[in-house]
C-alpha cells in the first residue's frame, strides 16, 4: 500500500554534511510517527530520530546536537540533516513512517535503505 523512496546518500569526508530524504507515495491520509534508523555490517540497526505528528523530535545519544530531523507533511517527506559527520556513522541508513491510511487504518513502513560513507 505505500513506499518509501530514499536518497541523498553518499561519500563524504569527516566533518562534512548530507541530507536524506524520504519520500513516501501510495495510500496514505497522513504521516503520522516516522524516524530514521542505520546498520552497519555485522551490528544490530540503531534508532537513531523520530519526530511525532506534532513535530516534537527525539534523538540518540550517538547523534544528538549533530543531526536534525524534519517533516514535510504536503510532500509526505521526512528528511535528515546530518552535519559534523565522523567515520563511525558509515552505515546504511533507513527510514521508517507510520502512516494513517484512508479509512482510519493505520500501517508501518521501512524505505530500501541509503548507503552513507564517511572518510577519514
Known amino acids: 500500500q505505500v513506499q518509501l523512496v530514499e536518497s541523498g546518500g553518499g561519500l563524504v569526508q569527516a566533518g562534512g554534511s548530507l541530507r536524506l530524504s524520504c519520500a513516501a507515495s501510495?495510500?496514505?491520509?497522513?504521516?503520522?510517527?516516522m524516524g530514521w534508523s542505520r546498520q552497519a555490517p555485522g551490528k544490530q540497526r540503531e534508532l537513531l530520530a523520530t519526530?511525532?505528528?506534532?513535530?516534537?523530535?527525539n534523538y540518540a545519544n550517538s547523534v544528538k546536537g549533530r543531526f536534525a530531523i524534519s517533516r514535510d507533511n504536503a510532500k509526505n517527506t521526512v528528511y535528515l540533516q546530518m552535519n559534523s559527520l565522523k567515520p563511525e556513522d558509515t552505515a546504511v541508513y533507513y527510514c521508517?513512517?507510520?502512516?494513517?491510511?484512508?479509512?482510519?487504518?493505520?500501517?508501518?513502513?521501512w524505505g530500501q535503505g541509503t548507503q552513507v560513507t564517511v572518510s577519514s
Open positions: 521508517n513512517v507510520e502512516v494513517q491510511h484512508y479509512g482510519g487504518s493505520r500501517g508501518g513502513y
Open positions: 501510495g495510500s496514505i491520509f497522513s504521516i503520522v510517527v
Open positions: 519526530i511525532t505528528s506534532g513535530g516534537s523530535p
